[in-house]
């Protein structure tokens, strides 16, 4: 089965054994992702594979995804109850569409980011920060726009769930998802980030 069908089982089946199995399936793809993207960047950087790292930033990153996996299921399962077949089939296209494409971005994001935060750790002579880098278009959102050029210290978090920002729709909000490592802030976002390393 291809990450689409997974997701489609995953969200649909009544049968919670084979819910779990396809839970972890899922997330040792998004965890892969980022380990080869770690792995990349770690060896670029000269950092040599370490277990104990490894399993320190894997860890979160399924924890994350998992909560993700599960809004996803109980949202389709709503569905499956109260629209017809063909709008849930649409719904579960578009929404897994959207997770496929997010979470992709993210776990690589987050693997280039943890090899830096890795580097920085053992190589405290240097000091990294990492710059928000938007898109600036007309599709650019107002968080976006707003984040963008913000530099702050590798070990530091861009958004921090409750804190306030300027919202999609340029008005003042409160950010309210989960703490930010990495340049996302919203579904479907193109953002990136930059990192800086510099000599103390
Ligand atoms: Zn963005």
Known sequence: MN???LLAVFALTNNQAEQSE?????????????NIRRSTVMNQLG???NQSYSSRFNAPHRYYVAGLLIGFRDRMQDYAGTVAESELIERLAWESERLIYGETRNSDLQGEHDAY????EVNP???????????????TCHTCAWLNGTTIPIDQLFLLAGQPIINGRGGEGVYSYIDRQVSIA????????????ERR
Not at 117 to 120: A, D, I, K, R, S
Not at 130 to 135: D, F, H, P
């Open 3 to 5: 990450l689409d069908e």
């Open 22 to 34: 396809i839970m972890e399936k899922i997330l040792d793809y998004f965890v892969e992702v980022m």
């Open 47 to 49: 950092l040599v594979f």
């Open 117 to 120: 935060l890795w580097f920085q």
């Open 125 to 139: 002579q240097y000091m990294l920060t990492k710059t928000w880098v938007a898109i600036i278009d007309s599709k």
């Open 186 to 197: 919203h579904p479907n976002c193109r953002c990136n980030v930059k990192i800086n390393v």
